[in-house]
């Protein structure tokens, strides 16, 4: 590997058609003046190299760059685009202090703990901005699933105490220690089990997530953040293509808004789950949690709800509604949703009922890697990290380096 490097070395420093003359222009639009040589040590996957470049300095703007960096994809750091590419590997699936002892255990690269967190954010960062501008249909028509499913949800991350001053939440206090994460998933399910339950096909899913707001006014004039990132997503996978369309969610308002207002086609399906939890809860309420009679008090709401005989849980819960404050809040659950709910409907013609893939989008994509133990994030960082795990869980990593190529190269 020394003797790869010291080749590469050489051979790139024996080039000196990065001098391109006594001036060259800025990015600024002003000529930059050539200011000699500078000589710059570079971590690779061969080990350290050390580059000599040609040096220009622009008056107009006082910045200073080598055309050589961004000719090798070197601009900005100190890494190369192999070990940026590891650097990225290792800061999306594990802490940061792993990362560095990953790289220099298995790799033989050695970059420190916080090189390999400015590097990861860094490429998070990029990923970002390469999410918002780069919205192109990673399919077409002849491929996209007959049933398209788009599931949103929402989680909370921890942050840091000095981005948190002010911020309600809730602590005992009213405070709060994280912010949300807002999440949208799409997937397909032709797939069967044994019961005849539809199952998330092998490679479908696809994630994006940022903590951003998802609330809007009637007087907005553009769409939320999230509801942006929604579309983005929704135009990328072609959802608007699928000859079924169904958005998942688990009762919050802001997940119908969104759908009712950009996919007014789809079909609406509240989490059955997340209805027998409520159930579940009324049960506890009215008898007393652990109880017989709040057990099969419960189990009967489920099998009415499986049923669609929503008027049967309605009148069972009215029975306790005026007594008790979970019964009152479920039956204004219940009514809101109503046309949401329609299992018995929904199973029959073999859709899926369930957010389960969501929420484990939310474990996998966000809480795997940003609520360890100890973490406390600034939310610069939580979503650059977010952005670059996102983009490898949904294999979208090597469409994002073939753009950054492009981009170094022109």
Not at 277 to 304: C, P, T
Not at 354 to 360: F, I, L, N, P, R
């Amino acid at each position: 590997m020394r003797v790869a490097a010291r080749a590469v070395e050489r051979r790139i420093n024996a080039d000196t058609s990065d001098h391109v003359g006594p001036t060259m222009f800025c990015s600024c639009g002003k000529p930059a003046r050539y200011a000699g040589r500078r000589d710059k040590i570079f971590e690779s996957v061969l080990g350290p190299l050390k580059f000599s470049r040609a040096y220009y300095h622009c008056a107009s703007c006082e910045a200073g760059f080598c055309p050589r960096d961004r000719s090798l994809g070197l601009e900005g750091g100190s890494a190369s685009p192999g070990v940026l590419r590891m650097i990225g590997r290792v800061g999306a699936m594990v802490s940061f202090e792993e990362g560095h002892e990953l790289l220099t255990e298995l790799a033989g690269v050695d970059v420190s703990t916080k090189q390999v967190e400015r590097a990861a954010e860094a490429l998070g960062r990029e990923i970002s901005e390469y999410e918002r501008n780069v919205v192109e249909p990673l399919e077409d028509d002849e491929t996209v699933a007959p049933t398209l499913y788009l599931g949103m949800d929402g989680t909370g991350v921890p942050i840091r105490k000095e981005e948190l001053v002010d911020r309600a939440g809730k602590q005992p206090d009213g405070s709060s220690k994280t912010r949300e994460v807002k999440l949208v998933t799409i997937w397909s399910a032709e797939g069967r089990d044994k019961e005849g339950t539809p199952v998330r096909d092998k490679g479908s899913i696809s994630y994006s997530a940022a903590i951003e707001s998802a609330a809007q006014r009637d007087t907005d004039k553009a769409p939320s953040e999230f509801a942006s990132r929604v579309e983005r997503e929704a135009t990328r996978r072609c959802f608007e293509h699928a000859a079924r369309r169904v958005v998942l969610g688990d009762g919050a308002k802001w997940i119908w808004n969104i759908a009712s207002e950009y996919f007014p086609g789809a079909i609406q399906i509240v989490d059955r789950f997340h209805v027998k939890q409520h159930l579940s809860d009324v049960a506890k309420s009215i008898y007393g949690a652990g109880s017989d009679l709040a057990y099969h008090w419960a189990h009967e709401r489920y099998d009415e709800l499986d049923d669609g005989d929503l008027d049967a849980v309605l009148a069972a819960l009215r029975v306790h509604a005026e007594a008790d404050e979970e019964a009152r809040t479920c039956v204004g659950y219940i009514k809101e949703n109503r046309g949401r709910m329609n299992y018995a409907e929904f199973r029959a013609a073999g859709l899926c009922t369930s957010t389960g893939v969501v929420e484990a989008g939310c474990k996998t994509a966000i809480g795997v890697r940003c609520k360890r133990a100890g973490m406390h994030w600034t939310v610069a960082g939580a979503d650059a990290i977010i952005a670059l795990r996102c983009c490898m869980l949904s294999g979208r990593f090597e469409d994002f380096w073939g753009y950054r190529s492009q981009e170094h190269v022109a």
